[in-house]
């Protein structure tokens, strides 16, 4: 009996801690699997709640700067409303805080380093880097990259084994980057309310949509890369060759490298090349980009995110669908008059539908299906009628003679005048690349001849900044940039007459290459300068800095005056903030090297005291 218990009892024995040991295994397991699970529920709900904390952060910087705009506008009507006809309140608006001047000359207005902003950056002829950002600017875009890199890394377990932080640092980057493309959108178009409502202008907004977009994209490469490496530990890289066979898996990677390719063609460099190609390919990238990432969305928490993005794209295009279909089609068709200029230029003359009011400093987005099907490309409004005479001149052989009284700008032999009641609205092309060539050699190619195209014009666009606040306004322009200025020597002068503005002293200066560019804006000029009041209030000073030219220059006048070379921006400035009449704004529209010399000016000004606001324009696209 015993030989039989014996052998039982030894294997009772070996069971029962065996029963217990694997009874404590499956409790350890079942422990373990629960904290997995708790784990990856507590990092669902934080990337979740990153993601609309991130967005309500983004609409709280919104908030400042329109509570910041506000306060301007404020500040700006009361200035226009007490100088206008008070002598005491010219002279009380033009000094300013020195606090507020050194704000705005070492921060807003700065450049990063130096005095380089606006002149492009160019390793070589063709390889084109940009223009750089202000201080301003730079700083909020190293902000914005420090905040989403901090929020990519925040609470990530890095001392845990490499197999358990990378699928929360993948899925944190996927996160944060879908999230992204909701400001990235808004950012991106012309028709953005913000433009208005922070007084912001489109360049700077277009700057930050390139920056968020690089960082949606690395977050985006980041999140495929954490994948990839966690991936080939596991199981190689046979496993993601299997891993393809999922459409949740391989619509995820197209949508990166649709990201990707995004990246590259980005750079200026490339841009510059053929704006045309770039921007219809971006669209086709785009789209290709919602589509995958769609299928790779379905079922996870981001997709409504990317859902408003679809939305807020497909809205925003439409609105300007329908934007450009309300200015084109109405009674009677919308025709653009081309007509050639000298100097690589030519004037197109659009007759509109309907009526259409602009303001100074405003563009608009010209289509000509028979130049180019699919380009829509932005101009400044350089002149319009609503009704008024529109003079249309025929050139034939200038003079290099300058009258600012009674005869056009410069005079010419054989003037014929055609005068045309229409409502038009008028713009100054000059000749670079893709559709501005195309349209010069299509107006050379009939023989110099008036062509009338059939056009589709949208807009007006741009953050209309009155400067009917400014007892003292400098306005330079460079070039085709005097398109930008002259709407607004034409309100001033006219504003001046009537004793709506607080303007006392304006001052245009214009930098052209040779006296025959004189020829771009000569009728309008003529009506500037038979204005009421101009010779009171206006001073026009024209540089002309071709080397190499003969023919004498005269200057008739005191009030305009035709002058060789360039010009020497800061010994301008300093006459006219010694003379000043309330607060003083400069604008410029030029090239980069003349923009940076009036930055440079308008600074060294600010911190010699003067009450200065300095606003420049241009096409950074």
Same mark, same amino acid.
Request: charged share 15%; hydrophobic share 45%; glycine share 6%.
């Given at each position: 009996?015993?030989?039989?218990?014996? +052998? !039982? /009892?030894? !294997?009772?024995?070996?069971?029962?801690?065996?029963?217990? $040991?694997?009874?404590?295994?499956?409790?350890?397991? $079942?422990?373990?699997?629960?904290?997995?699970?708790?784990?990856? /529920?507590?990092?669902?709900?934080?990337?979740? #709640?990153? #993601?609309?904390?991130?967005? &309500?952060?983004?609409?709280?910087? *919104?908030?400042?700067?329109?509570?910041?705009?506000?306060?301007?506008?404020?500040?700006?009507?009361?200035?226009?409303? *007490?100088?206008m006809d008070r002598p005491g309140s010219l002279r009380y608006f033009s000094q300013s805080s020195s606090i507020f001047s050194a704000i705005k000359s070492n921060l807003i207005y700065a450049p990063p380093l130096y005095h380089r902003r606006a002149r492009e950056v160019k390793i070589s002829r063709h390889v084109n880097l940009g223009t750089l950002p202000t201080r301003f600017q730079a700083l909020f875009i190293f902000l914005v990259v420090a905040t989403n890199v901090f929020a990519c890394v925040w609470e990530i377990p890095w001392s845990e084994p490499e197999l358990q932080v990378l699928p929360i640092l993948r899925n944190r980057t996927g996160c944060l980057s879908v999230v992204n493309l909701i400001p990235i959108i808004v950012l991106s178009t012309v028709k953005n309310p913000l433009i208005s409502l922070l007084n912001i202008p489109y360049d700077t907004f277009n700057l930050?949509?390139?920056?968020?977009?690089?960082?949606?994209?690395?977050?985006?490469?980041? =999140?495929?890369? @954490? %994948?990839?490496?966690?991936?080939?530990?596991?199981?190689?890289?046979?496993?993601?060759?299997?891993?393809?066979?999922?459409?949740?898996?391989y619509s995820g990677?197209?949508?990166?490298?649709?990201?990707?390719?995004?990246?590259?063609?980005?750079?200026?460099?490339?841009?510059?090349?053929?704006?045309e190609f770039f921007l219809h390919f971006h669209i086709v990238l785009v789209i290709a980009m919602c589509i995958f990432l769609w299928i790779h969305l379905d079922g996870l928490p981001q997709r409504p995110q990317l859902l408003g993005f679809i939305i807020l794209w497909t809205a925003f295009r439409a609105w300007r669908s329908m934007t450009m279909l309300y200015r084109s089609i109405g009674s009677r068709a919308c025709k653009a008059n081309v007509e050639t200029l000298p100097g690589d230029a030519v004037k197109v003359t659009i007759t509109t539908p309907r009526p259409w009011?602009?303001? +100074?400093?405003?563009?608009?987005?010209?289509?000509?299906?028979?130049?180019?099907? &699919?380009?829509?490309?932005?101009?400044?409004?350089?002149?319009?009628?609503?009704?008024?005479?529109?003079?249309?001149?025929?050139?034939?052989?200038?003079?290099?003679?300058?009258?600012?009284?009674?005869?056009?700008?410069? +005079? =010419?032999?054989?003037?014929?005048?055609n005068i045309q009641r229409s409502r038009t609205i008028s713009l100054i092309v000059k000749k670079h690349g893709g559709f501005t060539r195309k349209l010069w050699d299509r107006a050379w190619g009939g023989r110099g001849l008036p062509l009338s195209l059939n056009a589709y014009i949208e807009g007006p666009y741009g953050d209309e900044r009155s400067l009917a606040s400014y007892g003292t306004v400098m306005l330079f322009a460079g070039g085709v940039g005097i398109t930008h200025q002259l709407p607004y020597v034409r309100e001033l002068v006219?504003? %001046?007459?009537?004793?709506?503005?607080?303007?006392?002293?304006?001052?245009?200066?214009?930098?052209? +290459?040779?006296?025959?560019?004189?020829?771009?804006?000569?009728?309008?000029? =003529?009506?500037?300068?038979?204005?009421?009041?101009?010779?009171?209030?206006?001073?026009?000073?024209?540089?002309?800095?071709?080397?190499?030219?003969?023919?004498?220059?005269?200057?008739?006048?005191?009030?305009?005056?035709?002058?060789?070379?360039?010009?020497?921006?800061?010994?301008?400035?300093?006459?006219e903030v010694s003379q000043?009449?309330? @607060?003083?704004?400069?604008?410029v529209c030029a090239g980069g090297g003349l923009a940076d010399e009036v930055r440079r000016a308008s600074r060294a000004m600010l911190d010699q005291g003067a009450n200065l606001d300095y606003i420049e324009e241009g096409f950074g696209w």
């Open positions: 009996m015993a030989s039989v218990l014996t +052998p !039982l /009892a030894m !294997l009772m024995a070996l069971t029962v801690p065996s029963a217990m $040991a694997s009874s404590d295994s499956s409790s350890t397991t $079942a422990t373990s699997q629960s904290q997995k699970a708790a784990t990856k /529920a507590y990092f669902a709900h934080l990337n979740k #709640a990153l #993601a609309w904390n991130y967005l &309500w952060a983004l609409l709280g910087v *919104a908030g400042l700067l329109f509570a910041y705009a506000t306060f301007h506008r404020i500040d700006t009507h009361v200035r226009h409303l *007490a100088s930050m949509h390139r920056w968020l977009g690089r960082v949606s994209i690395f977050q985006g490469i980041a =999140h495929t890369v @954490c %994948y990839l490496i966690a991936k080939v530990e596991k199981k190689g890289w046979a496993g993601v060759k299997e891993s393809l066979q999922s459409s949740f898996i990677l197209i949508a990166v490298l649709a990201f990707t390719v995004i990246l590259i063609q980005s750079p200026k460099v490339f841009r510059a090349l053929s704006y009011q602009h303001r +100074p400093g405003q563009s608009l987005f010209l289509t000509i299906p028979s130049v180019g099907l &699919w380009t829509a490309h932005p101009f400044s409004v350089a002149w319009w009628g609503g009704g008024e005479e529109q003079q249309s001149l025929s050139r034939s052989n200038s003079t290099r003679t300058f009258d600012d009284d009674k005869a056009p700008i410069v +005079p =010419h032999k054989d003037v014929e005048m006219e504003g %001046y007459a009537q004793g709506t503005v607080a303007a006392r002293r304006i001052t245009l200066v214009w930098v052209i +290459p040779t006296v025959e560019v004189l020829d771009w804006i000569r009728p309008w000029m =003529h009506e500037v300068l038979r204005m009421p009041g101009r010779r009171e209030v206006l001073r026009v000073l024209l540089y002309v800095t071709r080397h190499g030219l003969t023919q004498p220059i005269t200057s008739p006048s005191e009030t305009v005056r035709m002058l060789r070379g360039r010009p020497d921006v800061q010994s301008l400035m300093a006459e000043k009449t309330g @607060c003083v704004g400069v604008s």
